[in-house]
Nanobody, 115 residues
């Protein structure tokens, strides 16, 4: 089964930027959805952004215009470029793959937005 490994989290000041990466252990063929979720303390995990096979993307309203999801098929990697970060973006960010009945999660990467 494919494995997902996130990287790029860290501490950033409000208004700053970070780029998260999600590397898959092998190339993914067929129809799939790659997504970034986040979970803040005491809150449910929520979908932040997703990209489907054809390249269409979707975002939760709170990050529209600030975050961009993209992928590099040659590197089997999906990115989440985050800008104009706010304290409320603080959370563990998880990469997710959905392909038919298969659902794979990464281990998560912490993003902390604080001055």
């Amino acid at each position: 089964q494919v494995q997902l490994v996130e990287s790029g989290g860290g501490l950033v000041q409000p208004g700053g930027s970070l780029r998260l990466s999600c590397a898959a252990s092998r190339s993914i063929h067929g129809t799939y959805i790659m997504g970034w979720y986040r979970q803040a303390p005491g809150k449910e995990r929520e979908l932040v952004a997703a990209i489907i096979t054809g390249g269409s993307t979707t975002y939760v309203d709170s990050v529209k215009g600030r975050f961009t999801i993209s992928r590099d098929n040659a590197l089997n990697t999906v990115y989440l470029q985050m800008g104009s970060l706010k304290p409320e973006d603080t959370a563990i960010y998880y990469c997710n793959l959905r392909q038919g009945p298969v659902v794979v999660w990464g281990q998560g990467t912490q993003v902390t937005v604080s001055s």
